[in-house]
């Protein structure tokens, strides 16, 4: 177990950690995707589409990008967006923790502050899209209290699931 004062959750700073973003969202886009659709495909060379896209996503949500810092490194990082039809849902579109820190505790610390800045926004649920073929995904979720909502209809290989709180 990882002690939780090592631990710290700040803003995306975008312009000095772009590359950390590229590189989470490559690893959670193979872990979703596999090789059914291409990164460089959907994201840009590069993740250049990427990258142009989570700035434009920071400007709507200033801190709807969350990274997971642990001493000087980032580990993790975290999207999300209050709904703007239903203002007490999320949607949260990236949990990432890097591999060499799965099974540490630090995911649940992830999901605590996440769902403690929902709460805070006055969020009561939210939902996440996972891959069905994302074992160990989709077992951390369900630990977690999530619940399969249904099929994500722009992707045949992603469930929906939900969680109220």
């Known amino acids: 177990m990882v002690n939780s004062s090592s631990i710290e959750f700040k803003r995306a700073d975008l312009d000095v950690n772009m590359a950390s973003c590229i590189e989470f969202r490559r690893d959670s886009f193979q872990i979703n995707y596999g090789s059914e659709k291409s990164f460089e495909g959907e994201m840009g060379v590069g993740g250049e589409g990427y990258a142009a896209s989570l700035r434009e996503f920071q400007q709507q949500y ?5 990274h997971v810092w642990r001493e000087n490194d980032v580990i993790g990082q975290m999207e999300f967006n209050i709904e703007s039809l239903f203002t007490d849902k999320a949607y949260i579109s990236l949990f990432y923790l890097a591999p060499s820190h799965r099974g540490s505790g630090i995911g649940s610390m992830m999901h605590d502050y996440l769902i403690q800045t929902l709460r805070d926004s006055g969020c009561n649920g939210a939902r996440i899209p996972v891959s069905s073929t994302n074992n160990r995904g ?22 929906l699931y939900q969680l109220n709180f």
């Open 138 to 159: 989709v077992a951390f979720y369900k630990k977690h209290g999530w619940r399969y909502a249904k099929p994500d209809l722009s992707n045949s290989n992603v469930d």
């Open 62 to 66: 200033p801190y709807g990008v969350i």
